[in-house]
């Protein structure tokens, strides 16, 4: 009987200090309420959330109306590719887009300056101040997560300075575009802006012992100079909590999955990261597997990476170079894009003439410019409509690899599969 007399004693002072306590809040409520109106303070406006995660739909960037999409480009390169990244960057240029390109640590200060120096000073790129550097330079290796660290960084980098751009590709300096960038717009108008040309496999096969479950250490984390990753001798077991997938490592991703990767409002993708920062070859993973375990994005994806690639059977760590051989296969993929070329490689010479139509100065050709003056000074005065395309037959070569994936029987049993 002792308890039961103990809980009387507490019981009531308990019960009267919370009737008290809720009559002194709700008088300093309507104290304040009264206060506040005879002030005739005007309302204060209303403040986003400071953190994303406790209202990520603020933070999607609202569905562009233009009829021709804008593509914002990522073009990297190392030690000795910056005349390769100003061809391939002049090839791909269109007013009407986004560039941004970047030089890793492994490349000199004078390559990296050289490069810096062409961006602030090519006459198109002052006039539409539409190209980048990505002036920090990080350290890129393609078997650790530093690609990846790289590629959300310069993604970063295009979110916060170019607002209305629909999709983003990856590209190298040993890509190189097999259609015009007229064809590439033309083609993409007429197909919905939230699909996402990612190729992938949740069949990982070999990969889960010899990339899943070993632990690696990139130096190029931390390191200024570039080496080979760290091998931890202890295994790891697959991740219960998400599927992985991989692929290839180059894509078209829209800009509402980019967003969803930078924001990461629920999580995912920094899990996703955080398992990947000691996965070997993370590039062929990271994206793959975060676009195909959210529900959001799953269904959006295209099982396709828009490129010509030549490997070995099984793939080795790096395709073929392309050459001159490969030119008929290059054209009769109908993909955009091709890799890997070597510096110089004549067949790029050959892609320039027949595909590209190169003028003298070497952009191509295209109605935002006139094309009667060789001086690009004189043909300030000739620019056009930037919209106003001019597609030929890169673009019907394109249409028909877009047509064909989007109408296949298989299209809908290829999400994430």
Not at 65 to 78: F, Q
Not at 277 to 297: K, R
Not at 328 to 333: G, I, L, N, Q, T
Request: hydrophobic fraction near 40%; include cysteine.
């Amino acid at each position: 009987m002792e308890p039961s007399k103990n809980r009387k004693k507490w019981f009531l002072p308990l019960i009267l200090s919370l009737l008290i306590s809720t009559f002194l809040i709700l008088l300093s409520i309507f104290i304040s309420s009264t206060s506040s109106s005879q002030h005739h303070h005007p309302p204060l406006p209303k403040e986003l959330p400071r953190f994303v995660e406790s209202n990520p739909k603020l933070r999607i960037s609202p569905t562009l109306t233009t009829l021709v999409p804008k593509i914002a480009y990522l073009i990297s390169g190392s030690m000795g590719d910056v005349d390769s990244i100003k061809r391939t960057l002049k090839v791909l240029y269109h007013p009407w887009n986004y560039y941004a390109v970047h030089l890793d640590l492994e490349a000199s200060v004078r390559e990296r300056l050289e490069l810096a120096d062409f961006v602030k000073n090519e006459a198109w790129f002052v006039r539409f101040g539409n190209v980048k550097m990505v002036v920090k330079a990080n350290l890129v290796t393609y078997r650790g997560p530093t690609m990846v660290a790289n590629t959300l960084h310069a993604a970063a980098i295009l979110l916060n300075q170019a607002p209305d751009w629909d999709w983003f590709i990856n590209l190298s300096a040993s890509d190189y575009p097999l259609v015009t960038q007229d064809d590439l717009l033309h083609t993409l108008s007429s197909i919905p802006r939230d699909l996402n040309f990612i190729e992938h496999t949740s069949d990982i096969g070999w990969k889960e012992y010899h990339r899943a479950k070993p632990v690696i250490l990139d130096p190029g984390l931390y390191s200024v100079n570039k080496s080979d990753v760290f091998w931890v001798s202890e295994k790891r077991n697959l991740p219960s909590a998400y599927k992985l997938f991989t692929g290839s490592a180059w894509m078209m991703l829209s800009r509402p999955f980019i967003e969803y990767c930078i924001w990461g409002w629920d999580n995912l993708p920094r899990i996703v990261l955080m398992y990947y920062a000691n996965f070997l070859s993370s590039p062929e993973g990271y994206f793959h597997t975060v676009i195909c375990n959210a529900d959001e994005f799953r269904n959006t994806t295209v099982n396709h990476d828009l490129h010509f690639i030549s490997w070995d059977n099984p793939p080795k760590q790096h395709p073929h170079f392309l050459t001159v051989h490969d030119y008929p296969r290059m054209v009769d993929s109908n993909t955009p894009f091709a890799r890997k070329f070597g510096r110089n490689e004549p067949v790029l010479d050959k892609i320039d003439t027949e595909l590209l139509g190169l003028n003298a100065d070497g952009y191509v050709p295209s109605r935002w410019f006139s094309q009667a003056n060789s001086s690009i000074n004189k043909q300030y005065s000739g620019i056009r409509n930037i919209t106003d395309l001019m597609p030929g037959a890169g673009a019907e070569r394109l249409g028909r690899l877009i047509n064909g994936l989007l109408s296949a029987e298989t299209f809908q049993a290829n999400h994430c599969s």
